[in-house]
């Protein structure tokens, strides 16, 4: 399991501002050739973000919030490189993330960390950006995906928290301690 | 033959733990005060949307929509499964919620005097319906009283200035500030005659008997009251234990209509003859005062507790002829006349709300030529749509000939993840639902600006402070003070070692 913990990942996002709202609509069902790569897309997800597919991607699911963050990538160049590498071997994306992560093709190795990102602020970081040296400051995104995106990004979770503006929680929640955090990370029962 | 009896000693206790497993429910066991607010109904409808093919196992095959269904009652419960038409698991259930939520319209919109959907005396076979009825269900108003008095079920309250204008079977229908506002007090909805639309809200025994009960009818009450806030929730009947209805809470639209001059206009709608209370302030501008009016029932949602759906289930019907969908117009596919939209004017800016002064004047004309223009927002997606209307076109061909194949069900929002201990909302399916007539103003797609039942009614708390969560629904902040005395905020109350969703337990040190 890649170790990008919380601290490396709200590290990155630091100074950013959200910029320009995505106003596509990237919930619609993926083309049958596609749901496949969707599936290996989650896997790979969860190797990189460190939090369980179940969580990213429940089996019954009517949010779809991985449709959005397979169709943003898929916009990239990088993206049919970096998925053979994650067909290559469908049964390890442990294996694959790594591969990704530490490729010598730049385009493959920040589309990871654009992936990674998308997961965790719900914005979407051109990867050729993320790879400028020295990086910029503060690294701006290119757009909050979309408003659900914004109420699902994992930082606010893995803080134990919610948006501002946004709480699935219930009133009062405030008076008690937080879950812990592998109510929020990890499948149930896990 | 010693171990014969350990061996039947064991079996014996096992047999034991499985009695009483089959009394468990996704909440605490009903003790026996709880079982008297949710007493056992008879004829709860298990009906589901496909059942297995007789002849493949591994598929499912549609339930016949026909007659059996109008007369077969009430779910208690939704009976929904992953395997149904589709290979798409949640499409499944979602027809199953949907199906759920037809039967569930049906039984509520049934003569009160026990008679067949669509065969009452009226044009288009239409009837005072089960949930008009006082034995049935009771209007807010009626519950939440002047000085947080405690209600009486069943009773029939007349404000002294309708007297005059009452009559056998009339309903009353008293005004505040959600009787015409629409939630987030987004304003008031004018129909093209420039009449108000007007909302109710009405709740049925079991939730009236745990408010009742627990005093939860004042702030004071609710102040006074220790426990969480919990409704009874709603069971199929199963093997040694009957089925219970649970909490049932209702919000219905209507809208004016003028007898003299609409007379196939009426035979479209349920109507109701009501009389229309304005108490004066604070409550209205106006008053006090009453009037009579013809009411057309242009909107139905059903807030339902049940088993598997600690968050409530959630079904939204409307008229089919308040207003056309945002596709329609653009494909100039339209169906006039609209209640709420004017098909010579398609251009004109919809979903806007009118200009202030919002309050009604006992004419209940609104003050302007304005007249709400109202576009139906596509807000599902493809699959859930295309699923409702399929269902909608059997549904209200069953009900052909009477009043009611002019109503369509929107959808159904479930919780589709019931025990997530991170979302108390219990992720909604679909993420967002609305209304035109209910929700007008906040159909969309963003999150919380936009309209969800659930999402909304998750931040339902109790009138007294500090307020505490009140189970999905907003009834108790309608409660009144006792004696005109609001008093001052109570004390805190420990929460330590509670567990409710989102809570690790415990206050922090």
């Known amino acids: 399991m890649i170790d990008f913990t919380r601290r490396k990942v709200l590290g990155v996002a630091a100074g950013t501002m959200a910029s320009a709202i995505g106003t596509a609509d990237l919930t619609q069902p993926a083309a049958a050739d596609d749901a496949a790569d969707l599936v290996l897309f989650v896997k790979l997800s969860a190797a990189l973000t460190g939090i369980d597919a179940a969580q990213l991607a429940p089996p019954i699911d009517p949010i779809q919030i991985k449709r959005a963050y397979f169709r943003q990538a898929k916009t990239d160049p990088g993206f049919e490189s970096l998925m053979q590498i994650v067909r290559a071997n469908p049964a390890d994306p442990v294996g694959a993330a790594n591969k990704i992560m530490n490729s010598s093709n730049q385009q493959i190795k920040y589309l990871g960390r654009s992936i990674i990102l998308a997961w965790y602020l719900g914005a979407w970081y051109q990867p ?12 701006t995104p290119l757009k909050v995906i979309s408003p659900t995106a914004y109420t699902q990004a994992w930082a606010w979770r893995v803080a134990q928290a919610h948006p501002m503006g946004y709480s699935e929680l219930r009133f009062g929640y405030w008076s008690d301690e937080p879950l812990p955090i592998e109510d929020f990370v990890k499948a149930r029962g896990a | 033959m010693r171990n ?13 733990v499985c009695m009483l497993n089959l009394h468990a429910y996704a909440q605490a066991p009903i003790s026996d005060a709880a079982a008297d607010i949710n007493p056992p109904v008879a004829n709860c409808n298990l009906t589901p949307d496909t059942a297995p093919d007789p002849h493949d196992q591994s598929k499912h095959v549609a339930t016949p929509i026909d007659s059996k269904l109008l007369t077969l009652g009430q779910p208690c419960h ?37 008679e067949t959907i669509g065969q009452g005396p009226r044009p288009g076979g239409d009837a005072a319906t089960k949930w008009e009825a006082l034995s049935n269900y009771r209007p807010l108003a009626a519950v939440m009283l002047e000085k947080g008095s405690e209600p009486t079920w069943g009773t029939r309250i007349v404000p002294e200035l309708c007297k005059p204008l009452d009559a056998p079977g009339k309903i009353i229908l008293q005004l505040g500030e959600a009787a015409w506002d629409q939630p987030f007090k987004t304003g008031p909805l004018i129909d093209q005659n420039g009449n108000y639309a007007l909302f109710d809200i009405l709740i049925n025994k079991p939730m009236f008997d745990f408010i009742d009960d627990n005093g939860l009818y004042s702030k004071q009450g609710q102040e006074r009251f220790d426990r969480d806030i919990v409704f009874p929730e709603g069971v199929n009947p199963a093997a040694n234990t009957p089925g219970r209805m649970g909490a049932v809470m209702l919000k219905v639209s209507w809208h004016i209509l003028d007898p003299s001059s609409g007379k196939t206009l009426m035979r479209q709608f349920h109507t109701a003859d009501a009389l229309i209370y304005f108490p004066g302030p604070p409550a209205t501008k106006t008053g006090p005062t009453c009037v009579a009016k013809t009411l057309g029932l242009i ?44 098909a010579g004017c398609p251009q004109c800016p919809n979903n806007k709300t009118p200009p202030s002064p919002w309050d009604p004047p006992a004419s209940l004309q609104f003050h302007s030529n304005h007249k709400s223009q109202v ?10 749509a295309r699923e409702v209307d399929d269902l909608n076109k059997r549904f209200r061909t069953l009900l052909k000939g009477t009043v009611w194949e ?9 919780p589709s993840d019931a025990q997530s201990k991170t979302d108390c909302n219990g992720a909604p399916m679909p993420t967002f639902l609305a209304n035109t007539t209910l929700e007008t103003y906040s159909q969309g797609q963003v999150p919380l600006a936009s309209s969800s039942c659930m999402a909304c009614h998750g931040n339902a708390t109790t009138r007294h402070v500090p307020a505490i969560a009140s189970d999905f629904t907003f009834v108790h902040e309608k409660a009144q003070c006792e004696s005109d005395f609001c008093g001052s905020p109570a004390a805190s109350k420990s929460t330590a070692g509670t567990k409710r969703c989102g809570l690790g337990g415990g206050m922090p040190q």
Do not use: C
């Open chain 2, 4 to 16: 014969l009896r350990e061996l039947a000693i064991v079996a014996v206790g096992a047999a034991f």
């Open chain 2, 406 to 414: 002019n109503y369509m069900l929107i959808t159904t929002q479930w």
């Open chain 2, 78 to 114: 939704q009976v929904v499964s992953q395997k149904g038409l589709s290979t798409d698991a949640l499409a499944n259930l979602q027809r199953g919620f949907d199906f759920y939520s037809w039967l569930t319209f049906i039984a509520l919109n049934s003569p009160a005097d026990g």
């Open chain 2, 299 to 342: 909107g139905f949602h059903v807030g339902h507790k049940t088993k598997f759906a600690p968050q409530w289930v959630w079904s939204s019907f409307e008229h089919v002829r308040n207003a056309p969908n945002e596709k329609q117009v653009a494909e100039r596919d339209l169906h006039p006349p609209y209640t709420f939209f004017n």
């Open chain 1, 128 to 139: 050729m950006v993320l790879a400028q040296t020295p990086p910029p400051s503060p690294v």
């Open chain 2, 375 to 384: 576009i139906r927002s596509i807000i599902f997606p493809d699959a859930v």
